[in-house]
């Protein structure tokens, strides 16, 4: 499934991630993540698992990452991200019925 996330209106795409350390976000290849969406709408707070690439300099990617670690504490720089596609987390055997 692609996704073409950044054309939602004039609106910057914001997402947030849960980690452990900040080694969970490999930069210069696609990554698995679960990311919370930020940005204003009926999708706000919305789950996605995606395959992204992500950044520790802001200007590399469109969208915006806020890195948060394992009790909500808020990483004091933000990471851009580009969501490849979104993934799948139900084996596909289990899909068939």
Not at 5 to 26: C, Q, T
Not at 34 to 46: A, E, M, Q, W
Not at 61 to 67: C, D, G, I, S, T
Not at 72 to 94: A, C, F, T
């Amino acid at each position: 499934m692609d996704l073409n996330l950044n054309k939602r209106g004039a609106n910057m795409i914001k997402y947030d991630v849960y980690v452990e350390s900040l080694a969970d976000l490999p930069e210069g290849k696609e990554v698995k993540l679960s990311v919370r969406d930020l940005t204003p709408g009926i999708h706000k707070y919305c789950y996605k698992h995606v395959m992204a690439m992500v950044s520790a300099n802001q200007e590399t990617y469109p969208e915006k990452l806020q890195v948060r670690f394992g009790r909500g504490q808020l990483h004091n720089q933000p990471y851009s991200v580009q969501v490849v596609k979104e993934v799948d987390i139900i084996p596909e055997r289990w899909m068939k019925i």
